[in-house]
Each structure stands twice: as C-alpha cells, then as structure tokens.
C-alpha cells in the first residue's frame, strides 16, 4: 500500500529551513553558555514562541493545501496536523515529567541543565526522524502492522495506568552499570563538560551519565509515540512535522513544569485513557473510523479534566 502524501520536497525544504532557524535563535536565545538559570519568564516566552510557529506553519499548510487541493483536503490535513501535535506535545510532557525526577536524582546544578537538555532534543529529533521513517515504511507495506501498533498502544496505556509511583531503582539500573564497569566516573560535576581529562585519562562526568539516561528514555516514550501519531493520520509529511513541531520548545516547557511536576500526579492517569483510546481506534480502523475531529476533542477533553483534577487535588494537599 502507497501512502498518501499531501507533502512535496520543496514543502519539506522549507519546513527544515524553519527548524534550523528557529533551532539556532533558541540555541542563542535560551541556551547562553555560562552560568546562567534560565527563568520562568524566558522559558514562557519561548514556549509560547515555538507553539505560535507550530500553529503558523498549520495555517500555511491549510492556505496551500485550500489552493490546491479545497477546502475538504485542507481542512482534514490542517485538523490530523493539529491533532497530531497535540497528542505528541502531551506524551512529551509525561516524559518531561521523567526529566524532573532524573536531574533531582541526580542533583543536576540548573545552570548545567539546559546543555543536557539541548543535547537531549538533538538526540529525539534524529531518533524520531529515523523511527518515524521506518513506521512509515512499515505501514505502507504492510497494513496489518497498525494492528501491532493499536495491541500495542492498549497495553502500554493499561500498563501506564496501573503503574505506581515507584520510578525504579536508579542506581542499580543496567545504564549505570554499563556505565560504571567500562568508563570511570568522577564524583562530582565539572561545570558543563561531559567528559574530563584527569592525570592523562579520560573520565566521564555525572552530567553525561544523565544525558545517556534521557536519551534512553526519550526512545522509550517514542515507542509509544510514533505508532500514536500514525493513529491520528498515515500522511508520512503530516507524522513527521507535527511530530518534530511538537518535540521542539521542550527545553523551554521544561523549565516551567520543573517546579510544577508535583501538582499534575493525575496526568499520567489522563495519559493511559489516551493511549488506550488511540489503540482502540487502531484495532477498529477496518470497521469504523474515528473521526479526527472526535479524536481531537478526547484528547484535549481527557488532558483538561485530568489537568484541572491534579490542580484540585494537589491544592487539596497544601490546604491540609
């Protein structure tokens, strides 16, 4: 099966141009070198700025598409893209929330954090970019597949809902046993270097050992992901830019949930409905399929009332 695209290389051309360019002004913008905490007040005003981009990009493609192909073309598309971010940006989220609890482990300085975190959303960009082309590739020969990615998507959203608060043993995880048995450690951090030279050898800092383990966890939560979006909509053009869109301005949404992780404990929750409702329009697809639209309104409905619970809940808990 050839999947349809509404996506031309000149259109991907241009999306890349965007990427880089706005990739480097937050580079410049909020990653500064130096001992510097980003604020909340700066990481708001990127979030902001990313998710304005995301939602002007949309509104060209709905414009170009409009021309091209009407309304109805365009309307659908313009709704799977927005669907799409959405629906990754909240997963992104839970997987934030991890970051918060790997940086507290670690006691990771503030200042160091947003070069772990640039690094960090490098990795995603390339690992999601080579999963989603091998989703797409999966896909378009064999359709069964989405089958696999809904079963997939049930159990892992049952098994996000049942889990518990425990988030493991770090210390005795297999990263850091890899880690501590092939490279030698140093005790403490040396400003926002990975690696360190002591008496002619190579050592590793605990900043790279924590750069190892968000990477790990970012392929973790993509595995979730990618078949997620291919949910929404098979369009390899649509996965990809709202896949990327949504990964990008996670180091700025990162530092303004940081003090705010303890007041969403009931998001994961509004996360397992989502995934199970993506895996069961998976697995019904031949027999009736869920309209974007609907699709869309779950999704934003679930993370609200799962939101506006944690607020409730939580200011329950200071009040007492």
Same mark, same amino acid.
């Given at each position: 099966?050839?999947?349809?695209?509404?996506?031309?290389?000149?259109?991907?051309?241009?999306?890349?141009?965007?990427?880089?360019?706005?990739?480097?002004?937050?580079?410049?913008?909020?990653?500064?070198?130096?001992?510097?905490?980003?604020? *909340?007040?700066?990481?708001?005003?990127?979030? &902001? $700025?990313?998710?304005?981009?995301?939602?002007?990009?949309?509104?060209?493609?709905?414009?170009?598409?409009?021309?091209?192909?009407?309304?109805?073309?365009?309307?659908?598309?313009?709704?799977?893209?927005?669907?799409?971010?959405?629906?990754?940006?909240?997963?992104? #989220?839970?997987?934030?929330?991890?970051? $918060?609890?790997?940086?507290?482990?670690?006691?990771?300085?503030?200042?160091?954090?947003?070069?772990?975190?640039?690094?960090?959303? +490098?990795?995603?960009?390339?690992?999601?970019?080579?999963?989603? /082309? =091998?989703?797409?590739?999966?896909?378009?020969?064999?359709?069964?597949?989405? @089958?696999?990615?809904?079963?997939?998507?049930?159990?892992?959203?049952?098994?996000?809902?049942?889990?518990?608060?425990?988030?493991?043993? =770090?210390?005795?995880?297999?990263?850091?046993?890899?880690?501590?048995?092939?490279?030698?450690?140093?005790?403490?951090?040396?400003?926002?270097?990975?690696?360190?030279?002591?008496?002619?050898? *190579?050592?590793? *800092?605990?900043?790279?050992?924590?750069? /190892?383990?968000?990477?790990?966890?970012?392929?973790? +939560?993509? #595995?979730?992901?990618?078949?997620? &979006? +291919?949910?929404?909509?098979?369009?390899?053009? =649509?996965? @990809?830019?709202?896949?990327?869109?949504?990964?990008?301005?996670?180091?700025?949404?990162?530092?303004?949930?940081?003090?705010?992780?303890?007041?969403?404990?009931?998001?994961?929750?509004?996360?397992?409905?989502?995934? /199970?409702?993506?895996?069961?329009?998976?697995?019904? /697809?031949?027999?009736?399929?869920?309209?974007?639209?609907?699709?869309?309104? +779950?999704?934003?409905? $679930?993370?609200?009332?799962?939101?506006?619970?944690?607020?409730?809940? *939580?200011?329950?808990?200071?009040?007492?």
């Amino acid at each position: 099966m050839q999947l349809q695209t509404v996506g031309e290389p000149w259109m991907l051309g241009v999306f890349f141009v965007v990427v880089i360019a706005m990739i480097i002004i937050d580079i410049f913008m909020l990653g500064r070198k130096g001992d510097s905490k980003v604020s *909340t007040k700066e990481a708001l005003t990127w979030s &902001i $700025v990313w998710v304005c981009v995301a939602m002007t990009f949309n509104l060209w493609l709905y414009f170009y598409l409009g021309g091209k192909y009407g309304e109805e073309v365009a309307s659908q598309k313009s709704l799977e893209f927005l669907t799409g971010y959405i629906l990754e940006k909240s997963l992104a #989220v839970d997987n934030l929330f991890v970051f $918060v609890m790997l940086f507290t482990y670690f006691k990771v300085p503030e200042i160091y954090q947003k070069r772990v975190l640039l690094y960090g959303i +490098f990795g995603a960009l390339i690992l999601r970019s080579i999963m989603i /082309v =091998i989703g797409a590739a999966l896909v378009s020969e064999f359709h069964w597949v989405l @089958y696999i990615f809904g079963a997939f998507l049930l159990f892992s959203g049952i098994k996000m809902f049942k889990a518990g608060e425990d988030s493991g043993d =770090i210390e005795n995880n297999f990263i850091i046993k890899f880690l501590k048995s092939n490279f030698k450690i140093t005790e403490g951090y040396h400003g926002e270097k990975f690696f360190v030279k002591i008496d002619g050898k *190579t050592w590793i *800092t605990p900043l790279f050992v924590v750069l /190892v383990f968000i990477e790990f966890t970012d392929l973790i +939560f993509a #595995v979730d992901s990618i078949p997620a &979006i +291919f949910a929404v909509t098979t369009d390899p053009f =649509i996965v @990809y830019t709202s896949n990327i869109f949504a990964i990008l301005g996670l180091r700025a949404l990162y530092f303004i949930l940081a003090d705010m992780a303890d007041r969403f404990e009931l998001l994961k929750y509004g996360l397992a409905v989502i995934l /199970v409702f993506i895996g069961i329009k998976l697995l019904i /697809v031949e027999f009736y399929k869920i309209p974007t639209l609907l699709s869309l309104g +779950f999704v934003i409905g $679930v993370l609200a009332i799962s939101i506006i619970a944690s607020i409730k809940k *939580t200011s329950g808990h200071k009040n007492e």
